[in-house]
């Protein structure tokens, strides 16, 4: 009799206990899936600030408007939610090393300027020149289409040759994260770069936004002006500029810090103080369950913002 009391009992505590997993289970569920809706509530909230912003200052951008407030965060029930919102044209496109050119320089494929331009900001972060030729000709290599090594590039067969074997991608990276599947982009080297670098999903063009830049970011200033400047003169130009940035681009060119500047048509190209793109880190908490959201959104007709592209898990 005894022994039938005990299996009983262990029989219930048994079934107790799976219901209370099976509850809990349920609830990080539900709270789970209402951090979610609550980051893209965030996300919608971001699409309509920055139509306003746009509306408001007719398609120019700069660092006082209201999307590019510190870090937000609002309360919701039983949680909150956060975002930032980060300018994609203040930072460096790596897609845009895919351009090719057919011109020759000392008997060498000469350079795109966008990867000059890159090459440039590599040595204002303190790495030597073969250092960044090196890291410049497997990106682009990477990214590019065709399949031809560069002279300190990678292609196919060195990524082959790898304990864990793997081809060249030859194409546009989705993420700045592709970066580390680059030979030669260390951890530390990416963590360097990280302030200095972003992808826009299907765009190959690199424009900087002289109004959004921050001063932390004087290196991607400088290179991009291939180190004509030195980054504490980056840093005195971006001190300087006016609180709402500069009224338009030739204001740019024509300010005092710029007069040592030997300007080429292609680089003037490089500058706005427009953008099209940006980045919505978005968070939200519901009791204990958290959600990260990044949205990347592309500015429409009418100055509507769209969503291009959402990673979940708040990846690097």
Not at 221 to 231: E, F, P, R, T, Y
């Amino acid at each position: 009799m005894l022994l039938i009391v005990a299996l009983v009992v262990i029989v219930a505590t048994n079934i107790t206990s799976r219901n209370q997993l099976s509850m809990r289970r349920t609830l990080n569920l539900a709270q789970y899936d209402q951090a979610y809706w609550y980051a893209i509530s965030a996300e919608e909230l971001a699409k309509k600030i920055l139509k306003q912003d746009l509306d408001d200052s007719e398609g120019r951008v700069h660092r006082q408007q209201y999307w590019a407030m510190a870090d937000v965060v609002f309360p919701a029930e039983y949680g909150e939610i956060a975002g930032k919102i980060t300018d994609m044209r203040a930072c460096f496109n790596l897609n845009a090393l895919s351009a090719t050119t057919k011109e020759v320089e000392n008997g060498q494929p000469k350079l795109p300027l966008a990867a000059k331009q890159y090459k440039a900001l590599l040595v204002s972060l303190g790495m030597d020149d073969f250092t960044a030729d090196h890291l410049t000709q497997t990106l682009k290599d990477y990214i590019d289409e065709d399949t031809v090594a560069s002279p300190y590039g990678a292609e196919d067969a060195e990524y082959e040759a790898r304990n864990v074997p793997y081809r060249a991608a030859n194409t546009l990276m989705n993420h700045r994260s592709e970066l580390r599947a680059v030979i030669g982009y260390t951890q530390d080297i990416y963590l360097k770069l990280l302030p200095y670098i972003c992808v826009i999903p299907g765009n190959d063009r690199q424009l900087l936004n002289v109004n959004t830049l921050e001063v932390e970011q004087a290196a991607l200033l400088a290179g991009m002006l291939d180190n004509q400047i030195s980054v504490g003169e980056a840093e005195s130009i971006i001190n300087q500029r006016p609180g709402d940035g500069f009224a338009k681009i030739d204001d740019f060119y024509e300010s005092s810090s710029m007069g040592s500047i030997k300007w080429e048509d292609a680089m003037k190209s490089s500058f706005v103080t427009e953008s099209q793109y940006f980045l919505l880190a978005s968070g939200a908490k519901v009791d204990n369950a958290i959600f990260r959201m990044e949205s990347v959104l592309k500015k429409g007709g009418g100055n509507k913002m769209d969503v291009l592209t959402r990673q979940f898990g708040g990846q690097k």
